[in-house]
């Protein structure tokens, strides 16, 4: 009886850990939005002729690698955090072309709020699927990987190309893929495969910024009303 009743313990005190980590993950999630759309805010009303060049895009572009690679040297601190909303902020700041674009179209307004509501139907889907299967997901990651270097490939192709075609299919693929990617990071939480909450939140940020920024592309395509 007492290494029955230890193995509950232990095993209750890890469930505790993991649902800990979600909790966690979940609230730095929602901070992380403020960031972003200040971000998203300074970029259109401050700095997008600067973000638009060539140069400005590249240091921002820069800055967001470098940005994750120090989060995850500080992701046991509350300096990590930090880094983590400085993060958010420039990822803001680079949403500003694609958003001060689809805001050319007379209802370019409701185009921003669909994607939104769209990436947050899609989250809280994928996010609860993820909680309550009981399918192990973690087999999907080389494969998702594969498939985010297939687009990374497909945008430099489209760069010279500009082929609206692929613009399209690339636009609801990465919907698609990243969709997934939170089924896989958000049950890496669940199963105590990710006991980092600041790595989760940053994995999580980036399958919802991918989602949305797809999304709006997508709507501008098919739905900008010039």
Known sequence: MPNIQQQYDIGASAQFAR???????????????LPTILGAVVGMTLALPLIASGIG???????MFGLIFAIEKYKNSGTGVLLLLGFTFVMGMLLAPLLTYTLHFRNGAQLIML?????????AT???IATVSKRDFSSMGKWLFAGVIVLL???IANIF???PALTIVMSAVTILIFS????YDVQQVVNGGETNY????????LDIYNIFTALLRLLGIVGGDD
């Open 57 to 63: 895009f590249l240091v921002l572009f820069l800055a």
């Open 180 to 183: 997934a990617y939170i089924l």
């Open 115 to 123: 994607a939104f509501g769209g990436t947050a139907a899609v989250f």
């Open 19 to 33: 649902n800990r980590v979600l909790r966690n993950t979940y609230g730095l999630l929602a901070l992380s939005m």
């Open 161 to 163: 190309l500009q082929l």
């Open 126 to 128: 994928m996010a609860s």
């Open 198 to 205: 600041v790595t989760a939140t940053l994995q999580i940020y």
């Open 153 to 155: 490939l497909a945008g």
